[in-house]
């Protein structure tokens, strides 16, 4: 007689939920090699656009893909492992803003986003530093993940832990500030 | 604030994701897009960020994901270390507190006897001959103790003897 006949259904079911919900076996070396280049500079880019610290971004993104292979992940494929990704280094943003330290983002000086900005950059760039530094870091994350790397509201709520719900409203304001933002920018630099 | 939602705008979100906007767009919709504040506000924040995208995208500086991943090899083994060295420290604590114990319950037991260790000590010389049996103090095992005591006295011993040989040899 198999033992699982023995238990209630109630555990032997969350037992095959378990199983059926495997951990994803770690990445190989050559594996998470092609893996890094094909997303490491989608999560550079978000990380030091938000975080508007290029310096930063390199610390947190090299963190999070040593976190990211020490892992345990459900979910398999390249999408999922990118979601997960993002996911990692959201929460690491997170706790570096919640660290009380002078190079805390709401400490960095109005012109450092301009100076970011300066030449060199492409005119986008140009525009979104000064309108990004306005924006609360939650925001930047939103906009980023909704409108750079294209998420949907429900890959936004899973990699920032924030409420699905929530999203579209957040995400609607946060959008027409920034929009309002670009505009005064676009006609400040035409002026 | 109030959603003000326009009914064109998941049209124009989707032309923007599949890259047809503004080119393969119909006028229309081009005519609507310049004046609908929400549509507008969707083209003008979509466009920027991804060209902002792919500006930073570039300007990356990227590591080495060899050096990344064997660095994630450590961490998993010195967490895996770690797991497995935390019973061996709790076995360490169990036993050094258990020998404290057995100590401080031995000491009391040897005041309430009045110390026979000390006629023990002042009879050693007057023995003669040096027997085995001569350097066991009689007062110090009671033939009352029962092997309750003892066992598990000589197991911490054990026990704490392992810990021991333990911390000298991971010192080691």
């Known amino acids: 007689m198999p033992w699982e006949s023995v238990l209630p259904s109630v555990l032997t079911r969350d037992a095959q939920l378990d199983a059926s919900r ?12 092609c893996f890094y280049e094909r997303s490491s500079r989608s999560v550079w880019a978000y990380l030091a656009r938000t975080s508007g610290d290029p310096a930063l971004a390199e610390d947190l993104m090299q963190e999070s893909y040593v976190r990211f292979l020490c892992a345990t992940r459900k979910e398999e494929g390249e999408v999922a492992a990118r979601r997960y990704l993002f996911r990692i280094a959201s929460n690491l943003l997170r706790d570096h803003w919640r660290r009380p330290r002078t190079s805390s983002l709401d400490e960095i000086s109005e012109d450092f986003f301009a100076a970011h900005g300066g030449s060199g950059q ?19 994350q939103l906009l980023w993940l909704a409108y750079a790397e294209g998420y949907s509201h429900r890959e936004i709520a899973e990699v920032t832990g924030l409420a699905s719900a929530s999203i579209r409203l957040m995400l609607f304001r946060a959008r027409r500030k920034v929009a309002r933002l670009l505009r005064d920018t676009e006609s400040g630099r035409a002026l | 604030m109030k959603l003000g939602s326009c009914a064109r705008e998941k049209e124009v979100k989707d032309l923007l994701e599949r890259g047809h906007w503004p080119e393969a767009c119909a ?33 990356a500086k990227l590591g080495s994901p060899g050096l990344l991943w064997w660095r994630a090899q450590l961490r998993r083994r010195n967490a895996a270390v770690e797991r497995i060295g935390r019973p061996l420290l709790s076995a360490q604590i169990f036993a050094l507190a258990t020998i404290l114990l057995l100590t401080v319950g ?5 005041a309430r006897h009045g110390l026979g260790w000390l006629t023990w000590l002042e009879g050693l010389p007057e023995a003669g001959t040096l027997h085995l049996g001569n350097l066991w103090p009689t007062a110090l095992f009671d033939p009352s103790w029962s092997p309750l005591v003892l066992v598990p006295a000589v197991a911490t011993l054990v026990l704490l003897g392992g810990a021991v040989v333990y911390l000298v040899s991971e010192k080691q």
Do not use: I, Y
């Open chain 1, 22 to 33: 495997a951990a994803v076996p770690p990445m190989d070396n050559d594996a998470f090699a």
């Open chain 1, 122 to 140: 492409s005119d986008s760039q140009m525009m979104l530093g000064p309108a990004m530094k306005q924006m609360r870091p939650r925001d930047r």
């Open chain 2, 27 to 59: 006028p229309d919709l081009r005519l609507h897009v310049s004046g609908c504040r929400n549509c507008g506000d969707l083209v003008l924040v979509t466009e920027t960020f991804r060209n902002a995208r792919a500006a930073a995208a570039g300007a």
């Open chain 2, 106 to 110: 031995f000491v009391v037991s040897q």
